[in-house]
Nanobody
Framework: QVQLVESGGGLVLPGGSLRLSCTAS????????MAWYRQAPGKQREWVAS???????GYADSVKGRFTISGHNANNTVYLQMNSLKSEDTAVYYC?????????????WGKGTLVTVSS
């Protein structure tokens, strides 16, 4: 059974930093993309950043220059370093892994970790 376990959320002041981590375990297959999404209260889930095992990264415009995604391929772990946090970054952050299992494409999600940016 595949599990994605996120950690690192919490309460932080505007301008502060947090580092999220997500580790995938189980028979996950061959990972193609590891990503972070977020969902703010009353809003739809949105893509934040992506990381591929080859080292390619991508960012939503709203976080570009403030957030950094990185990964540790051997441990199936992805990180999200969040700096210069704003109140609008408040959301539940979800880890997502897209993987190939035999001929099938799988999409795995973590349960989420809450980030609250408030004074």
């Amino acid at each position: 059974q595949v599990q994605l376990v996120e950690s690192g959320g919490g309460l932080v002041l505007p301008g502060g930093s947090l580092r999220l981590s997500c580790t995938a375990s189980g028979s996950i297959g061959s990972i193609n993309i590891m990503a972070w999404y977020r969902q703010a209260p009353g809003k739809q889930r949105e893509w934040v950043a992506s990381f591929t095992p080859g080292g390619s990264t991508g960012y939503a415009d709203s976080v570009k220059g403030r957030f950094t995604i990185s990964g540790h391929n051997a441990n199936n772990t992805v990180y999200l370093q969040m700096n210069s946090l704003k109140s609008e970054d408040t959301a539940v952050y979800y880890c997502n892994v897209k993987a190939s299992v035999s001929v099938w494409q799988r999409d795995y999600w973590g349960k989420g970790t809450l980030v609250t940016v408030s004074s």
